[in-house]
C-alpha cells in the first residue's frame, strides 16, 4: 500500500523526522528558542545592512543563534554525505527554483514563518496561528500541484 507513495521505504524519512523534532526539542528545552528557518535570511542581512528594518532588536538578538542553527543544518548534510548518504540532485528546471524559492519565501514571510518553523515548532507548541498556516499551506501546494498538473506543467 506504501508503495506507491514511499517507493524507497519510509525507515528515512522516519529517521529524518525523529531528528528534526529532536533537534527542536533540544534547542526549545535548553534554550526557550524557537527553531523556525524563516527569519535567517533577516536576521542574517542585519550583520550586512545598517537600515533601521534590519537593525530592530529583534533581529540583532537572534541573528548570532540563528547563524549558527543554519550553519548546523548545513553541517548535518555533510554528515548525511559523510556518512554513506546518496547525494540528491533535482530535476527541477533552474527558473522553476527561482519561481518556488520567491513565493515560498514571500509565503513565509507574509505568515510570519515558513513551514517548519509553523509546521514543526507551532503545532509542537499548540499554537492556533500555526494550525491554521498549515493548514492554509497544505491545502495551497495540493491544490497548485493538482492544478499544474491538469494544466501539464508538471511532467
Known amino acids: 500500500m506504501f508503495d506507491q507513495w514511499f517507493p524507497q521505504g519510509i525507515a528515512h524519512y522516519l529517521l529524518g523526522g525523529l531528528l528534526i523534532g529532536s533537534g527542536v526539542s533540544l534547542l526549545y528545552v535548553s534554550t526557550g528558542l ?31 543563534w540563528r547563524l549558527v542553527y543554519a550553519l ?3 553541517a548535518g548534510a555533510g554528515l548525511y554525505l559523510l556518512a554513506g ?3 540528491f540532485i533535482t530535476q527541477v ?22 513551514t517548519s518553523g509553523h509546521g514543526i ?13 498549515v493548514i492554509i499551506f497544505l491545502t495551497t501546494g495540493i491544490g497548485m ?9 508538471l511532467a
Open 34 to 64: 524557537v527553531g523556525g528557518m524563516s527569519s535567517f535570511f533577516t536576521t542574517t542581512w542585519s550583520y550586512l545592512s545598517k537600515r533601521p528594518f534590519f537593525q530592530q532588536e529583534r533581529f540583532i538578538s537572534a541573528r548570532l
Open 72 to 74: 548546523g543544518l548545513i
Open 85 to 87: 548518504g546518496d547525494a
Open 93 to 114: 528546471k533552474p527558473w522553476q527554483l527561482l519561481l518556488g524559492g520567491f513565493l515560498v519565501g514571500f509565503g513565509a514571510r507574509l505568515s510570519n514563518g515558513c
Open 121 to 133: 515548532c507551532g503545532l509542537a507548541s499548540l499554537q492556533l496561528p500555526s494550525l491554521l498556516a
Open 145 to 153: 500541484a493538482h492544478f499544474l498538473a491538469w494544466l501539464g506543467v
